[in-house]
């Protein structure tokens, strides 16, 4: 009940700013926000969106988005590759691999001569 009520109020303070910001928009403000509009240029306003503009933030979003993408492939990879020669590793060493929820073993491991640990 405590998280519908939270829910509630802020679905209601979303839909109080999206009001707000259309009334910004349309430039219907004198009655509830006191907005001092400081320039007509439409260049420098934050409520006009001109093509280049548009075109900036396309590109920027799309530059952040794929090297995001890249990065987390890149990662993906390289965790992959070191978690594969830690396995491979420990099963010479030992003859099993425990990983979370399976097991590797190698077949007929009684017949495979492992190296001797040093101490």
Do not use: C, H
Request: no cysteine.
């Amino acid at each position: 009940m405590r998280r519908l009520i939270i829910f509630g109020v802020l679905l209601i303070l979303l839909i109080i700013g999206g009001g707000l910001t259309a009334q910004l928009a349309t430039g219907n403000v004198s009655v509830i926000l006191p907005v001092l509009t400081t320039t007509q240029v439409s260049d420098a306003s934050t409520m006009v969106v001109e093509p280049w503009k548009a075109e900036q933030l396309f590109m920027l979003i799309s530059f952040i988005l794929i090297n995001v993408i890249g990065i987390g492939v890149t990662l993906a990879i390289i965790f992959w590759l070191l978690d594969r020669s830690y396995q491979n590793t420990t099963l010479k060493e030992t003859g099993s691999v425990t990983s979370v929820g399976t097991t590797i073993e190698i077949k007929n491991a009684d017949k495979v001569s492992l190296p001797a640990k040093s101490e």
